[in-house]
């Protein structure tokens, strides 16, 4: 089994920055990949980013450019940096980590508004 523990939701004005955390814990894998995955009511989950246990990184479209996935390794913990933020970020923020099977972490909401 995985644990992961996010934090770093809130609500942020448009233009604005934050960062999400997540730290993996238990029966973790030589070979995986994390990532961010965020969910509109209504709207299907959509992945946002990825990194695998190399260091290969992978964004949506609508993130490119915005958002980076930085890492620790000695924490088992990966960020989710999310810059220039519009009212079309706003959504509820899912970590993950894939093995053998995928691990959803319990969700965060970002709420961009004015």
């Known amino acids: 089994q995985v644990q992961l523990v996010e934090s770093g939701g809130g609500l942020v004005q448009p233009g604005g920055s934050l960062r999400l955390s997540c730290a993996a814990s238990?029966?973790?894998?030589?070979?995986?990949?994390m990532g961010w995955s965020r969910q509109v009511p209504g709207k299907q989950r959509e992945s946002v980013a990825t990194?695998?246990?190399?260091?290969?990184?992978n964004y949506a479209d609508s993130v490119k450019g915005r958002f980076t996935i930085p890492r620790d390794n000695s924490k088992n913990t990966v960020y989710l940096q999310m810059n220039s933020l519009s009212p079309d970020d706003t959504a509820v923020y899912y970590c993950?980590?894939?093995?053998?099977?995928?691990?959803w972490g319990q969700g965060t909401q970002v709420t961009v508004s004015s």
């Open positions: 238990g029966s973790l894998s030589r070979v995986y990949e």
């Open positions: 993950t980590y894939t093995a053998y099977r995928t691990y």
């Open positions: 990194i695998s246990n190399n260091g290969r990184t």
